[in-house]
């Protein structure tokens, strides 16, 4: 590997010792449409940032805004090649413009970015949905669009710069989008060690291959898809995220027909190539050069595990490809998984002892609750279970929020050191002068690995009792048939008096019961499975439940929605108009 001590090192390293290797190729239906190589990649960039030089300053932050395809690989390395601090950022969605631009202008007065980087076409078509309302627009916040790919400076003119290991390399963003965006500051010094902290925990080296379909503007899209490769010297294949939703076997396909060994996704892209990969596609496919299949970003389930491997034997998949792995973009991304093809650790646990934050092996037991391991928190890493309240550590056997200290934690919150403080700053009970990531999330250790329970925010407290959000939401996609493929929210709502547990369930209302029936069926369901009573359920058409650009459900926002009344019109049964003033 490289001895390079920044990302910008990196590239310009590979680009000397492999110029020809090809280093990234983007697939689209199928067939490779084009493909950089790192010489490729580093004329690109030295053309970009010999290009932005007279437009900006070394240290200024630019928004990265690209549809799927290579131009933003060659518009992040640009950045770097010119001391700038690139902040990617999703793709507007045309059906969600005005959401879409109000995230996007949030973000950039958060970064205080001078530049939007993009392709000509796609900054047309953001003018022409702006229309002559600049007040709206990039041009109110002083920002300059630059179309990249236009660009025709050129590289001999480049200047390099002179990074520090603990110079900030990119800005990674949240993919939520209640409350103020939050920036995360990734040094090229915290990028690198987790990059070296992903290799040891796959055994990465030049012999593998990778196909992603994830979204480069998200931290594990980002990671995996732009730096892991460079930093490992292997080949990636890059997919639209698009295409896999809407033929999932295409990515299963790719790692069929391609030299990977590796491939990376939430708990729903396997999930979903279940639901949508038919008999007659699996017949062509063959998965027994694939070795690692990360899983993350979600919480991963033991159901779809065990559904994946039983459909996909047949085509060759072996169930130690499954690395569960845990990670935040705070961490730079990855905090555990591991070790590589050792196969899939469950804890069976008892559940009532659970919602109690006791963990009591219970396997097979009436009612215990499987959990899956995220694996072995990463070399160099010190992981802290603590009890939130009162910031002490938690004895062995107790669920607590997850505390990280590690070289690849980011610094803080782009110029807000406010939450910064809270998260990045915390410090144990009696023991002053070290500082904790707080994650926000909660879970134990056990044997040597990595459970993840929950998050504290999505926790439920009923009578004395933890719920987790995500549990109740597996409950009712399974209640019934018209429900399996679709999304739903579970959060609590409160009043003032009491705290509500409402259901938000998305339902084709031409294929499926009418929402009092389904409401009956969803609220059976958790009563049984849950002992708590839904206080509402609120059935709405497919689409309306409010999503990152990762495709999580926000539940907060959904929360929103419903308080401000928004999601009636989505409703598949609308309430009745109110009556006239008289």
């Known amino acids: 590997m490289p001895a390079s001590t920044t990302l910008y090192d990196l590239c310009r390293d590979r ?62 390395y640009g950045c770097l090649y010119a001391g700038l601090i690139p902040a990617p950022v999703p793709p507007p969605n045309a059906r969600k413009a005005t959401q879409a631009l109000a995230r996007l202008m949030a973000i950039a007065a958060s970064a205080e970015a001078t530049l939007l980087l993009s392709t000509g076409g796609l900054l047309a078509r953001l003018a022409a949905a702006l229309g002559t309302d600049g007040a709206t627009g990039p041009a109110a916040l002083g920002i300059t669009p630059v179309a990249t790919d236009l660009l025709t ?29 939050k920036g ?68 299963l396909s790719a790692i069929s027909r391609l030299p990977v060994t590796g491939t990376v996704a939430p708990d729903f892209g396997y999930e979903l190539c279940v639901r949508r990969v038919n008999e007659r596609q699996r017949a062509d496919l063959d998965l027994s050069g694939l070795r690692l299949a990360l899983s993350g970003a979600e919480p991963v389930r033991p159901a779809t595990i065990e559904a994946f491997t039983q459909a996909f034997e047949p085509c060759g998949f072996r169930s130690t490809a499954f690395l569960p792995c845990y990670g935040l973009a705070e961490a730079t991304l990855l905090v555990s998984g591991g070790p590589a093809e050792t196969g899939v650790r469950t804890l069976g646990c008892d559940a009532e002892a659970l919602a109690h934050n006791d963990v009591v092996p219970a396997a097979g037991a009436p009612g215990a609750r499987t959990l899956v391991a995220c694996g072995q928190v990463v070399h160099g ?43 990045f700053g915390a410090v144990l009970a009696g023991t002053p002068g070290r500082t904790y990531l707080r994650t926000g999330d909660l879970g134990f250790l056990h044997e040597g690995l990595l459970y993840i329970t929950g998050r504290i925010k999505d926790v439920l407290i009923v009578d004395g009792r933890n719920l987790y959000s995500q549990d109740l939401e597996l409950t009712i996609r399974e209640s019934h048939p018209a429900l399996d493929a679709h999304k739903c929210a579970v959060f609590p709502v409160d009043d003032g008096t009491r705290e509500e547990i409402v259901a938000v369930v998305e339902a084709d209302p031409d294929d ?47 929360r929103d929605a419903v308080l401000d009344g928004t999601l009636d019109a989505a409703r598949i049964t609308p309430p009745a108009p109110a009556p006239e003033e008289v």
């Open 512 to 558: 499926g019961p009418d929402e009092d029936r389904l409401a009956k069926t969803v609220r059976e369901a958790v009563g049984a499975e849950h002992g708590v009573q839904l206080d509402r359920v609120l059935a709405v058409r497919p689409g309306s439940i409010p999503l990152t650009a990762s495709g999580k459900v926000q539940r907060f926002a959904c």
């Open 153 to 181: 400076a050129d590289p001999a003119d480049w200047r390099p710069p002179r990074p520090t290991p603990d110079d900030p390399a990119y800005l990674q963003f949240s993919s939520g989008s209640t409350g103020q965006p």
């Open 184 to 251: 995360t500051v990734i040094t090229h010094s915290a990028a690198l060690h987790n990059l070296d902290q992903i290799s040891r925990t796959c055994g990465l080296g030049p012999e593998h291959g990778l196909v992603s379909w994830l979204p480069m503007h998200h931290d594990t899209g980002l990671v995996a898809g732009a730096l892991v490769p460079l930093h490992d010297g292997f080949p990636v294949w890059l997919m639209s995220p698009l295409e896999f939703l809407q033929r999932p076997a295409a990515w």
């Open 15 to 76: 680009a000397e010792t492999r110029p020809d290797s090809t280093a990234f190729t983007f697939l689209h239906g199928g067939e490779a449409a084009a493909d950089l190589t790192y010489r490729g990649l580093d004329d690109a960039a030295r053309g970009i940032a010999a290009g932005l030089a007279p437009l900006a300053r070394p240290g200024d932050r630019a928004l990265l805004l690209y549809e799927p395809g290579l131009d933003f690989l060659a518009a992040f």
């Open 381 to 423: 890493v010190e992981a802290v279970i603590v009890d939130p309240e009162s910031t002490t550590p938690c004895p062995p056997g107790r669920v607590g929020e997850i505390w990280l200290d590690g070289p690849n934690v980011g610094s803080g919150y782009y110029n807000d050191p406010e939450r910064t403080a809270e998260t």
